[in-house]
Nanobody, 123 residues
């Protein structure tokens, strides 16, 4: 059974930072792109960041570019999202997802996703 479990969310003040983690189990995803999307109350799901299977290609939404870094550890079947200079508008549930292609993740297509972790940024 495939599981993606996110962690690292929480309440943080504006300007602070968080590191989200997503551990996959049930199979290896070393040949899959992994990434993050988020959804705030009353808003549509939004792509955040994605990384290809090798870790060499990364893609970010304009809203987080320059203050976020996505990385992965294939030996641990884990993807990370380091976010800094957090803003209240970053408040959302953050979901980890995997897909055979990075482009697919950018299009919010996924093969598996986690249950999400809440990130709340206070002003």
């Amino acid at each position: 059974q495939v599981q993606l479990v996110e962690s690292g969310g929480g309440l943080v003040q504006a300007g602070g930072s968080l590191r989200l983690s997503c551990a996959a189990s049930g199979r290896t995803f070393r040949n899959y792109a992994m990434g993050w999307f988020r959804q705030a109350p009353g808003k549509e799901r939004e792509f955040v960041a994605a990384i290809d299977y090798s870790g060499a290609i990364k893609s970010y939404a304009d809203s987080v570019k320059g203050r976020s870094t996505i990385s992965r550890d294939n030996a641990k079947n884990t993807v990370y999202l380091q976010m800094g200079s957090l803003k209240p508008e970053d408040t959302a549930v953050y979901y980890c997802a995997v897909r055979s292609s990075l482009l697919g993740l950018k299009g919010l297509d996924y093969d598996y996703r986690g249950q999400g972790t809440q990130v709340t940024v206070s002003s």
